[in-house]
Structures are given as C-alpha cells and as structure tokens.
C-alpha cells in the first residue's frame, strides 16, 4: 500500500534538536524531515551517539524541537500527559524501570494510573494477564515475584508485557534488546512484532544493528552524526545503497545475525559473490 493512503502519526519538517554544553552548542539532531504512518514498524539505525535516543525522546514530547516543525496527528504535542496516554515506550535496561522493592505484579498493575480516563483494577488486572501472556508468561509464575528474581530477557518481557497492557497507539522502543543474548533478541523482537499485530500498534524501534532492523521493519531511518541521512523501505535502504553510513552499518552486523537475517543484502551477496569468485 502506498503511504498516500495512510494517515501520518509524527510529521517532521526539518526539525533539529540542540542543547547548550557547556560553552558550546550540541547540536544531537540535525534538519531531520520524515512522516512516519499509521500501522508503520520504523526501524531507527545507527551508531552510538548519533542522536537516536533524543530523536525517541522528542516523539515522547520530552524535548520540543529547537527549529522546525513537529506534529502528532496533525498538532504539536503541548500536553505530555495527554500524549503518553497514546504513545509509550520501552527502555534500554528494564531493571531501571521496576523499582526493587516492590513485586513485578504490583507494578504492572499500577501502570495503569498513566492513563486517562482510568481503566478499573479489574479490568487492568486482565489486560495485564493478556500482556503476560502475549509474552509467553503465566501470569501465575510471576504472582510473588520481584525484578531480582528475572533474568534481564523476562525483564525485557515484563516490559512488552506492560505495553500490552497499557495499549498504546504507538509505542517507541528504544534499543530493548541490547542487554540480552542473541537467541533471546530474536523471542524479543518476536514478541514485539506480535503485540504491534494484535494490537495495531505503530512501533518506532531504535537499534545500532541493522540485520534487526531489516528483519522487523517496515521502514528504515538511518542516522548519523544527528541527520537522517537515508530512509526508505529495507529494500531501497539495503539494496544496492552507496550510502556510507548504510555501507558501514551493514559490515557491521554481529556475524549471528548475517547470513539469517539480511537475505537480500549486499552482505549477502558479497558472501554469494565470493563463493562464485
Ligand atoms: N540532555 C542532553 N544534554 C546535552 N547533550 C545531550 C543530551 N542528550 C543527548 N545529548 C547528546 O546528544 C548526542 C546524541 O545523543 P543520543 O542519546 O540521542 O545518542 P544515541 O544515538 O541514542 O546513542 P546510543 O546508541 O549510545 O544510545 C550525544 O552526543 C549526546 O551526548
Ligand atoms: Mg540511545
């Protein structure tokens, strides 16, 4: 389906993002113009530093843009409460998202004091057991339980788990698999897929590996030094890009993730190309 059809969820037209350090200006997002559509799974790629994780902040309304023009369906985002009733995210580290002392359960429960208007204990507790579930979790296996006594994998989950249950219209998930072993990454981003399926979520994922960005997304931002310096469906972005970043990016894959998860890649066919040499 072309994107004329579909209707645009965060609009950017040259949107830069600077911060005062110190006696210079840093500039972490440049001139940065996109739309990012309904039902869209968009993959953000690039190296540490490069300004994705303030790109991900502005599309949560915690940082206004400095120059340019940024919209949620349409409108600037000016209330952020009324914003994260719609749009949530997913961390980095999950243990930095559940407090210690308290159980897994309990704070799954109370996430649903973000939303307004307030669903009922009742009516939360089963959208939460749906969430567990969805990431293969009985609910009663973690009924007594505290964040100590996961794995950062199930943490992970806990936090898909949340997001089900929270139901956002789009959900921003900011590297969520790097603290985990590959084979548990791929369950993760599985996961992830089937939440934004059954749920018809529009997912921003922001990684440095592009093999799971290919493997996830529908389309693909690739950032450097703060711009976007080349976006488009995996195709247009993998295919037969000369981007440098895009190029760097690709040789850059963890050699797990080569071969299985970039099929059509230029990885691939450079693999294929020796082969025949
Ligand atoms: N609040 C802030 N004040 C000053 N500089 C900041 C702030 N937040 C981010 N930066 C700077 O902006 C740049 C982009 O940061 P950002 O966190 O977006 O990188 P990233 O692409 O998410 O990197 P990583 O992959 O390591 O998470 C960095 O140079 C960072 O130091
Ligand atoms: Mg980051």
């Given at each position: 389906m072309s994107n004329e059809n579909k209707t645009v969820v965060f609009h950017a037209d040259n949107i830069s993002?600077?911060?005062?350090?110190?006696?210079?200006?840093?500039?972490?997002?440049?001139?940065?113009?996109?739309?990012?559509?309904?039902?869209?799974?968009?993959?953000?790629?690039?190296?540490?530093?490069?300004?994705?994780?303030?790109?991900?902040?502005?599309m949560l309304g915690l940082y206004p843009p400095t120059s340019g023009e940024f919209t949620y369906y349409g409108k600037p985002i000016a209330n952020t409460k009324k914003h994260w009733n719609e749009v949530q995210s997913i961390f980095q580290d999950p243990f930095s998202c559940f407090n210690q002392f308290f159980s897994?359960?309990?704070q799954l429960e109370d996430a649903r004091f973000i939303l307004n208007p307030r669903p009922s204990k009742a009516e939360f507790a089963e959208r939460v057991d749906a969430g567990?579930?969805?990431?293969n979790m009985e609910p009663d296996e973690i009924r007594e339980k505290y964040p100590f006594e996961l794995s950062g994998g199930q943490m992970q989950r806990m936090l898909i788990a949340r997001a089900f249950a929270l139901r956002?219209?789009?959900?921003?998930?900011?590297?969520?698999?790097?603290?985990?072993?590959?084979?548990?990454?791929?369950?993760?981003?599985?996961?992830?897929?089937?939440?934004?399926?059954?749920?018809?979520?529009?997912?921003?994922?922001?990684?440095?590996?592009?093999?799971?960005?290919?493997?996830?997304?529908?389309?693909?931002?690739?950032?450097?030094?703060?711009?976007?310096?080349?976006?488009g469906t995996p195709d247009e972005v993998l295919g037969n890009t000369t981007e440098p970043t895009t190029l760097k990016l690709l040789d850059d894959i963890p050699d797990v993730n080569k071969q299985e998860w970039i099929p059509n890649s230029h990885l691939a066919r450079k693999a294929k190309n020796a082969e025949n040499a």
């Open positions: 993002k600077s911060f005062n350090a110190g006696k210079h200006l840093k500039v972490a997002v440049k001139n940065a113009s996109f739309d990012i559509y309904d039902g869209d799974f968009v993959s953000i790629v690039g190296s540490s530093g490069c300004g994705k994780s303030v790109l991900a902040k502005m897994i359960r309990t567990l579930r969805a990431v956002p219209k789009v959900l921003i998930a900011d590297e969520p698999t790097s603290m985990v072993d590959a084979h548990v990454r791929a369950g993760i981003l599985d996961y992830l897929m089937k939440i934004k399926k059954e749920l018809n979520m529009t997912v921003v994922f922001i990684t440095h590996d592009i093999s799971l960005a290919n493997y996830v997304s529908n389309r693909i931002f690739i950032m450097h030094d703060g711009q976007i310096v080349n976006q």
